[in-house]
């Protein structure tokens, strides 16, 4: 069993940043692929980032490239998000997962263990 809990969400206004974190308990952390997702009301839970276990792959979706950087540390056991020149359009409740893997997925039913979520609002 791998726990996951984020910190870091708030309300921010458009063009600002927040840096999301994600700190993993019970496993392994380095053996593990991680991702950031997120959820809109009435929208499908979406990739934003996901980064390989060592940290040297990265992806990021077309809506936050150069935006959004996603970084860990395997020594804390901690993955981060960096948001900058948010948008209201980043409004929703982000959430990481991880998965026991060497492949960088960004389909979100292939993670196996998810955290509670941290809501980001972007006011306008």
């Known amino acids: 069993q791998v726990q996951l809990v984020e910190s870091g969400g708030g309300l921010v206004q458009a063009g600002g940043s927040l840096r999301l974190s994600c700190a993993a308990s019970?496993?392994?952390?380095?053996?593990?692929?991680m991702g950031w997702f997120r959820q809109a009301p009435g929208q499908e839970r979406e990739s934003v980032a996901t980064?390989?276990?060592?940290?040297?792959?990265?992806y990021y979706a077309d809506s936050v490239k150069g935006r959004f950087t996603i970084s860990r540390d395997n020594a804390k056991n901690t993955v981060y998000l960096q948001m900058n020149s948010l948008k209201p359009e980043d409004t929703a409740v982000y959430y990481c997962?991880?998965?026991?893997?060497?492949?960088?997925?960004?389909?979100?039913?292939?993670?196996?263990?998810w955290g509670q979520g941290t809501q980001v609002t972007v006011s306008s």
């Open positions: 980064i390989s276990r060592s940290g040297l792959s990265t």
């Open positions: 997962a991880a998965k026991e893997t060497i492949v960088v997925l960004t389909t979100p039913t292939l993670y196996d263990y």
């Open positions: 019970g496993r392994t952390f380095s053996n593990y692929v």
